[in-house]
């Protein structure tokens, strides 16, 4: 089992910043990709960044690209998505997901563990 808890949402003014947190706990965090997910009132859950177990392979969503990066501490077990130059689009639940696989995929059917989500709201 893995248990993951996410921190750092908020409100916050476009154009802003935000860094995500996601602390995992449970089964071996450092054999894992993680991924982050976000999920907007009325819309499906989507991809939005992924990193390989030990971060030497990342991926974005396009909408997402040279805006956020995702990052993550095997040490610590927690996995990170920093936010810059917010925009109200991106205003969601963003969802923390564990694979129970090294590498990474935008396909959230193979993501085996998920967090609570934290609501990102981004104001005009």
């Known amino acids: 089992q893995v248990q993951l808890v996410e921190s750092g949402g908020g409100l916050v003014q476009a154009g802003g910043s935000l860094r995500l947190s996601c602390a995992a706990s449970?089964?071996?965090?450092?054999?894992?990709?993680m991924g982050w997910f976000r999920q907007a009132p009325g819309k499906e859950r989507e991809f939005v960044a992924a990193?390989?177990?030990?971060?030497?392979?990342?991926y974005y969503a396009d909408s997402v690209k040279g805006r956020f990066a995702i990052s993550r501490d095997n040490a610590k077990n927690t996995v990170y998505l920093q936010m810059n130059s917010l925009k109200p689009e991106d205003t969601a639940v963003h969802y923390c997901?564990?694979?129970?696989?090294?590498?990474?995929?935008?396909?959230?059917?193979?993501?085996?563990?998920w967090g609570q989500g934290t609501q990102v709201t981004v104001s005009t």
């Open positions: 449970g089964r071996t965090f450092s054999s894992n990709a």
């Open positions: 997901a564990a694979r129970l696989n090294p590498y990474v995929t935008t396909d959230l059917h193979a993501y085996a563990y």
């Open positions: 990193i390989s177990w030990n971060g030497g392979s990342t």
